[in-house]
C-alpha cells in the first residue's frame, strides 16, 4: 500500500518543465487549442478533448513517445465513453458554488478520474471509485496540498504579475501543460504498481517457452536421428529378402524354358517317325 511519502511533488513539477522544454510547441499549442474548444463547446467535450491531452503526456512519461500534433485530438476515439466526464466536471463545479469546501473535497477525491478513464478505458464510475479509494490510501490532505500547488497558487500568481506588468498576462498559455503535465505525472507514478505487476508476468512467459521448447527440441532432433536409424536396419534386411527372391524366381522362369524344350524333341520325334511310316507305306504298295 502506498504512503504520503512515497508522492514526489518534487519529481513531478522537474518533469513537466523537462517535457515543456523538450516538446513546447506542441504541448503549448495542444493546450491552447484544447482550451478554446473546451470553451467553445461550454465544457461538454471536455473529456474527449482533454483526454487527449492527457494521454499524450501519459505516453510521453511513461514510454517516452514523442508526442506528435494529431495526438491530441486521439481523445476523440474514445468519444462515448469520455463524454460523461461533463457530468464530473458539473458536479464539481456545483460542490464549489456550495460554499467552496465541498467542491474542493470532490475535486480532490476523483482528482485522477479522467487519466483513469482515458488510459484504462473504463467507465466514469468505476474510475471514480478507484480514484477515490486511491486517494483516501495514500492521503487525503496530501493530494489536497497538490490539486492547491497546480491550480490556485499558478492562477493567483499570474493574476498578480500580470495586473503589475500586463506583458506577464502571456505566461497563462503554460498553465494548460504545467496543471495537465504534473497531474499526468503523478498518475504515472501512483499507479505504476499495477504495471510492474503486470509486466513481469508478459516477459517471463516468452522465457518459459523458450525453456521448454529447448528440451522438446532436443528430443524431437534425437527422436528424428533414432527414426533415421532405425529405418536403416530394416532396410538392409529387407534386401536380403529380397535377393533370395530373386534367386528363387530364376527356376519359376526356367520352367516355363524347359517345356519349350521338351516341346521342341517331341516335336522332332514326331516328324521323325512319320517318314518312317512313309516308307512302310511305299514298300506295302510295291509289294
Known amino acids: ?116 478513464m482515458v488510459d484504462r478505458k473504463i467507465s466514469f464510475s468505476e474510475a471514480m471509485k478507484i480514484s477515490t479509494k486511491k486517494v483516501n490510501e495514500t492521503g487525503f490532505l496530501m493530494h489536497l496540498a497538490f490539486l492547491l500547488l497546480i491550480t490556485v497558487l499558478p492562477m493567483m500568481l499570474l493574476n498578480f504579475l500580470s495586473a503589475m506588468m500586463p506583458f506577464l498576462f502571456v505566461l497563462k498559455l503554460l498553465l494548460p501543460p504545467f496543471q495537465v503535465g504534473c497531474l499526468a505525472s503523478l498518475y504515472v507514478d501512483q499507479f505504476k504498481e499495477i504495471e510492474e505487476e503486470t509486466t513481469p508476468i508478459h516477459e517471463e512467459e516468452p522465457a518459459e517457452a523458450v525453456t521448454e521448447n529447448i528440451p522438446l527440441a532436443e528430443e524431437t532432433g534425437d527422436q528424428v536421428k533414432e527414426e533415421s536409424i532405425q529405418p536403416e536396419q530394416p532396410v538392409s534386411e529387407e534386401t536380403e529378402p529380397s535377393d533370395q527372391s530373386v534367386t528363387e524366381s530364376f527356376p519359376e522362369e526356367n520352367v516355363p524354358d524347359e517345356k519349350p524344350d521338351q516341346m521342341d524333341d517331341t516335336h522332332l520325334n514326331q516328324t521323325e517317325e512319320k517318314p518312317d511310316m512313309d516308307s512302310a507305306e511305299e514298300n506295302k504298295d510295291t509289294v
Not at 462515448?80 to 477525491?109: D, E, K, Q, R, S
Open 1 to 116: 500500500m502506498s504512503t504520503t511519502s512515497s508522492m514526489n511533488f518534487q519529481a513531478c513539477l522537474e518533469n513537466t518543465f523537462r517535457m515543456i522544454k523538450a516538446e513546447p510547441i506542441i504541448l503549448i499549442l495542444g493546450g491552447l487549442v484544447v482550451q478554446l474548444l473546451t470553451i467553445l463547446t461550454m465544457g461538454i467535450l471536455a473529456g474527449p478533448f482533454l483526454g487527449g491531452y492527457f494521454l499524450l503526456i501519459i505516453y510521453y512519461l511513461r514510454e517516452n513517445r514523442k508526442p506528435v500534433f494529431n495526438d491530441i485530438f486521439s481523445g476523440l476515439q474514445q468519444f462515448a465513453n469520455l463524454l460523461p466526464y461533463f457530468f464530473v466536471l458539473l458536479t464539481i463545479l456545483i460542490g464549489f458554488m456550495l460554499l467552496i469546501l465541498p467542491g474542493f473535497v470532490l475535486a480532490t477525491w476523483w482528482i485522477y478520474v479522467l487519466p483513469l
